[in-house]
């Protein structure tokens, strides 16, 4: 037997399992419980793989200017910096290539560039504008250089093997979840399991909403898509862009990856087809030499109202949520579960993203 507090995790997403990361290492006993047959099958499948704090403003044409938005923003970028020094730790102990060589987006003119650049760094980013340059097509475009990339769904793969060694237990497939709570904690059911646990993080991405309002609990998610399709890298890629490059009127981003070439984004976007035109008509000189993608995929991000998460506790003793992050989940996943796990284990109190349900 053991004192140490028993967690049930739901999710096994890039949030539940940073989650279950930062409470193993305080000593907690984790259990991470998710409905797929593997971890990061859900919205962390397939995504752009910028680690870009710079893209902390909301993407919601009607909230982003507002003061609400704007302050969310603010402390997004703080928690997004923390957050990308632990991820760039973690990497490094996987032996996961990284890049840490910024990101850029593209602008529909210079006044935008010149626009976003004060934007950003009232936000305190680093922002330069580009202009003419090979990197950026010759567009006009902003240049991030305190952002990175990564593969999420690898490095998602690489902790979930690396917290099973740490004696984390994953509940894969698992059906019908049933959760309770009493004076004596929660009771967890599936149709194959049942736990007794001290505590609940629901880290369940687009599914969170649906698990909070069995116990009464209205969490404020929209659900917006976005998609994706992988192409084989051709033989030289000697041109090809050293960082991501996003499109600011797309939502989109051309990422390169160390076997492939990703196109994904977009703003309930079901279908990578119109990505796809739309970055030939950017990039004629890579596509040309692309064959047609390996793959396609879509999913759904969960947005919170003006872009600020939700990593907190709710009105159910013990019972704490880590979903919301919108565009935002693979910068913030670190940082997320850090912040979690301090308020669980050590008391910490912080309401910059709390939840008032
Ligand atoms: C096209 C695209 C590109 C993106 N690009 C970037 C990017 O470049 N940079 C960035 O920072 N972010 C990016 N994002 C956002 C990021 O991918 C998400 O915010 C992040 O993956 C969300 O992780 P999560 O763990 O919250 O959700 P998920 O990965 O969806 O994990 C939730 C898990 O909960 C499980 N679950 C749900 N309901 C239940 C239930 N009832 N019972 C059991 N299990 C359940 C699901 O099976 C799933 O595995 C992108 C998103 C998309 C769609």
């Not at 030499?289 to 947005?303: G, K, N």
């Not at 709710?314 to 693979?330: A, D, E, P, R």
Request: charged share 20%; with cysteine.
């Amino acid at each position: 037997m053991t004192d140490a507090p028993h967690i049930i995790v739901i999710g096994a997403g890039l949030m539940g399992l940073c989650t279950a990361d930062e409470l193993t290492q305080r000593g907690a006993r984790v259990t991470v419980i998710d409905g797929r047959s593997g971890p990061c099958e859900g919205t962390s499948f397939s995504n752009s793989g910028m680690i870009h704090p710079s893209q902390a403003c909301s993407w919601d044409p009607d909230a982003r200017q507002t003061q609400a938005a704007l302050d969310a923003a603010r402390v997004s970028v703080t928690l997004g910096k923390r957050s990308k020094t632990l991820l760039l730790e973690k990497m490094k102990q996987f032996g996961m290539a990284e890049r840490d060589a910024g990101c850029i987006q593209l602008q529909p003119s210079l006044k935008a560039a010149r626009a976003m650049q004060a934007s950003q760094n009232d936000l305190g980013v680093r922002t330069d504008v580009m202009m003419g340059m090979a990197e950026s097509f010759g567009r006009p475009a902003c240049f991030f250089p305190e952002d990175s990339s990564g593969d999420a769904q690898a490095f998602g793969c690489a902790l979930e093997k690396n917290l099973a060694a740490r004696a984390v237990r994953f509940i894969y497939d698992a059906e019908d979840l049933d959760l309770r709570c009493s004076d004596e904690g929660f009771a967890v059911r599936t149709s194959a399991h049942q736990f007794r646990c001290d505590h609940v993080v629901v880290a369940a991405g687009a599914g969170s909403p649906q698990i909070l309002v069995k116990l009464g609990l209205r969490l404020n998610l929209e659900l917006i898509s976005g998609a994706a399709a992988d192409f084989a890298l051709p033989t030289d890629v000697s041109d090809f862009p050293s960082c991501p490059i996003m499109d600011r009127e797309t939502r989109s981003a051309l990422t390169i990856f160390a076997d492939r070439l990703r196109v994904s984004g977009g703003w309930n976007v079901t279908d990578p087809t119109a990505l796809i035109a739309r970055w030939t008509v950017i990039a004629p000189h890579i596509f040309e030499r692309l064959d047609a993608p390996q793959s396609i995929w879509t999913s759904q991000r969960p947005v919170s109202p003006v872009g600020r998460p939700y990593i907190s506790a709710t009105s159910i003793s013990n019972l704490w949520v880590n979903t919301g992050h919108g565009h935002m989940g693979w910068t913030l996943c670190a940082g997320s579960g850090e912040l979690l796990a301090e308020m669980i284990l050590e008391e910490r109190q912080d309401g910059r993203f709390a939840f008032a349900g």
